[in-house]
């Protein structure tokens, strides 16, 4: 049987990590998503670093590139339950 993600773990302390470490505002993030056609704000944003927006896998993979890492980074650190 497949181990499950835990429910009340979110991805949102790496994805602000690598935005800080990118350099990049909330606001210079969702701006650059917009020109890519995804309809993202700076709130969106603020949402997803603190884990409370689900995030599209269209999304993901955008921010992926923008902050030159992998999908596999945004997981570092998550745990699976047992």
Known sequence: MAKKLKQDISIGANLKKYRQASGLTQDEVASRLQVQGLDIVQKIISEMELGTYSIRVSV??????LYGVTVQDFFEGIEREA
Request: cysteine-free.
């Open 60 to 65: 993901l993979l955008a921010l992926a590139d």
